[in-house]
């Protein structure tokens, strides 16, 4: 009975008009939603009402959370969502939000078993205990430059997906029990490249931060499908066909 409130709520949400107001943030805000088919941008939109409902900003550093705020980090997470059975990042409770980068306490342990203790400059993390955090000036910049692979709100809430299947570690929830092999063998090859590419200092589509390990490279891989769809899939058909099924979307048709 739960479930069926839940998405009976979910559905009178998505269909609701979206504020007028919130409708001029994202197309300010977000330029690549200009770029999507019309039902691509009423689906996005219905699926960033159900989000705005049900998950709760804060703000940090000082930040005061506005409607504009809200609705552009909504409008980019819900992106990944469209065409996909979703339960809206179901692992997620809280968007933090400071103004700018921010200072994060970190710990590392050295091989000789000695804990490392310092501080970390950071513009985005994802937290296990439902948390994502973000740099505002980040999510904007980002966000307004959508042809640069880079987008901190992209990443952040890719790892949220990735997260969803019990690990962080590059392999999502794929709908098709079948795919996981193919998976599997594409990302450990692009991963590998990517990972002799940064060693070699060689220029690659993917940003280098994807070699730390199979978690940030599927993050990295989600930024640069959306934002450098074309480069992507000219450098890496077949990581690009394996993303392309997982979304269910083909962004190098909407920058054709």
């Not at 559905?11 to 107001?21: I, S, V, Y």
Request: hydrophobic share 35%.
């Amino acid at each position: 009975m739960f479930r069926f409130m839940k998405n009976k709520r979910r559905q009178r949400l998505r269909e609701a008009p979206f504020p007028p107001d919130w409708l001029g943030i994202v197309e300010r805000n977000f330029p690549l939603f200009l770029r999507l088919p019309e039902a691509d941008q009423r689906e996005l939109l219905g699926h960033a009402q159900v989000f705005l409902a049900e998950k709760h900003f804060e703000g940090c550093g000082g930040l005061d959370i506005t409607d504009e705020i809200k609705v552009t980090i909504a409008a980019q997470a819900c992106l990944l969502l469209l065409h996909r059975e979703t339960d809206y990042y179901p692992l997620l409770s809280s968007i933090l939000v400071y103004p700018a980068e921010y200072t994060a306490e970190v710990a590392e342990q050295t091989p000789e078993g000695i804990v490392d203790e310092g501080f970390d400059e950071r513009i985005g993390e994802t937290w296990s205990q439902g948390s994502v955090v973000l740099s505002w000036n980040d999510v904007q910049y980002d966000a307004d430059e959508p042809r640069d692979g880079l987008n901190v709100t992209l990443h952040e809430f890719a790892h949220q997906i990735d997260e969803e299947s019990g690990d962080a570690d590059g392999t999502p929830v794929l709908e098709d029990r079948g795919r996981y092999e193919t998976w599997a063998r594409v990302m450990k090859e692009a991963y590998e490249q990517l990972r002799r590419d940064a060693q070699r200092k060689r220029p690659t589509v993917l940003d280098e931060y994807g070699a730390e390990d199979p978690a940030e490279f599927f993050a990295v891989a989600t930024e640069c499908f959306f934002e450098k769809p074309a480069e992507l899939k000219r450098a890496r058909p077949e990581l690009y066909a394996e993303l392309k099924g997982f979304y269910r979307q083909d962004p190098a048709e909407y920058f054709a």
